[in-house]
């Protein structure tokens, strides 16, 4: 039921938003509405370093309030969620947020067995209390016990979330007549050793992304055979945004199973023979 709501929410937020964009005719549009000029407009945006390797020797501070290195976050084969965001921002931030957490509810894992979720904070002015309490907001709409770890929230100093916002190429600009931020939607998936696997966009996180984009950067470590078979059959298209169905790869699937299938027809008629043979030597 929960999910349902923040689905409806997210989308009455967004259609708020489409009007307002089409509003016009009023002086109020002009107040409510002010687009970034050009050149800031240019600084939204995410270069996709794919394959490339973060920093783990960042430091930052847990929502716990521990101070802790990136890379104590990492496992061999063990695939990263890591969404960068910031706890007070009024729109996008929850949309992107809830988002994950309604695509996590959904997945068939838990978050700290198979995977791991990182979510840092673009701002440095804000706190471990805010980190903490986005985390209790949300583990509740994910609905797994035992993924209290498996999701941890983050914030830190300037120069680290400069840095590792770099390296994932993610790129936003701070507004100081808003007092906000301006930033990309977007969730980054990484390898257990910190390279950086598949970038997902938007506010919803479909179940079938989430698996095939972690079984993806785990190379086949986790899940099942069937997950890597489908795995197999399916590939990342970047104007879907999403995980679609490769015909020449279900086509090879295809030709293999039917190679097996009568492979295994052959052994059969080949015992049958063989069997029959037996029959009727003894039968002489």
Request: proline share 5%; charged share 20%.
């Amino acid at each position: 039921m929960n999910n349902n709501k923040n689905r409806i929410t997210r989308t009455i937020v967004l259609l708020m938003i489409s009007f307002l964009f089409l509003w016009s005719g009023s002086p109020l549009k002009a107040q409510l509405i002010q687009p970034l000029p050009p050149a800031e407009l240019k600084a939204v945006d995410v270069t996709e370093h794919l394959g490339e390797k973060i920093p783990f020797d960042l430091t930052f501070t847990n929502d716990a309030g521990e101070k802790v290195k990136l890379g104590d976050y990492f496992k061999p084969g063990r695939p990263v969620i890591l969404v960068l965001a910031y706890y007070e921002c009024p729109m996008l931030c929850t949309l992107v947020l809830n988002g994950v957490a309604d695509g996590l509810h959904d997945l068939d894992w838990t978050p700290g067995d198979k995977f791991q979720v990182l979510t840092i904070s673009i701002d440095s002015t804000e706190t471990a209390q805010l980190a903490h309490a986005k985390r209790e907001n949300l583990l509740p709409v994910v609905g797994k016990p035992g993924s209290e770890d498996g999701w941890r929230f983050f914030v830190g100093d300037g120069p680290d979330i400069r840095s590792l916002a770099q390296s994932v190429g993610f790129q936003y600009y701070y507004d100081p007549q808003l007092k906000q931020f301006a930033h990309p939607a977007v969730a980054m998936i990484l390898s257990g050793d910190g390279r950086i696997s598949r970038y997902l966009y938007g506010i919803e996180f479909k179940k079938q992304d989430l698996k095939l984009a972690l079984l993806e950067a785990s190379e086949g470590k986790i899940g099942t055979t069937i997950d890597r078979i489908i795995l197999f059959c399916y590939h990342y298209n970047p104007e879907a945004k999403g995980y679609v169905l490769f015909a020449t790869n279900l086509m090879k699937l295809a030709g293999i199973l039917t190679v097996i299938a009568i492979a295994l027809l052959l052994l059969v008629l080949w015992k049958r023979e063989r069997h029959n043979k037996t029959d009727n030597v003894v039968a002489s």
